[in-house]
């Protein structure tokens, strides 16, 4: 019924810039939170940003000064702006929301299917 689909990952050089972008669809009533979560091989899963409905934001130490999330709540979407990437940066990043879809009475959060994104050093 909710589909969230990432695109903008790939390859950059340490210092370089990539824009990621989600979007969601489906029989989707409202969305609260929208957020970037990112795992590396052999990692946790971790929080990267979040940004409310409002378009407050909460962003990870390591990204800070870095990353930009954003959101365009008429079109379902949120993206995040990666400057001066880091090697450390590498891993496939993931979209994720709360949402509320019609019918269902209840938010539950949803994935999206993920992107990579290496850095070389």
């Known amino acids: 019924q909710v589909q969230l689909v990432e695109s903008g990952g790939g390859l950059v050089q340490a210092g370089g810039s990539l824009r990621l972008s989600c979007a969601a669809s489906g029989s989707i009533s409202r969305i609260n939170y929208m957020a970037w979560y990112r795992q590396a091989p052999g990692k946790q899963r971790d929080m990267v940003a979040t940004?409310?409905?409002?378009?407050?934001?909460n962003y990870a130490d390591s990204v800070k000064d870095r990353f930009t999330i954003s959101r365009d709540n008429a079109k379902n979407t949120v993206s995040l702006q990666m400057n001066n990437l880091k090697p450390e940066d590498t891993a496939v990043y993931y979209c994720?929301?709360?949402?509320?879809?019609?019918?269902?009475?209840?938010?539950?959060?949803?994935w999206g299917q993920g992107t990579q994104v290496t850095v070389s050093s």
């Open positions: 994720n929301a709360d949402i509320l879809v019609y019918g269902m009475g209840r938010w539950a959060p949803y």
């Open positions: 940004i409310g409905r409002s378009g407050s934001t």
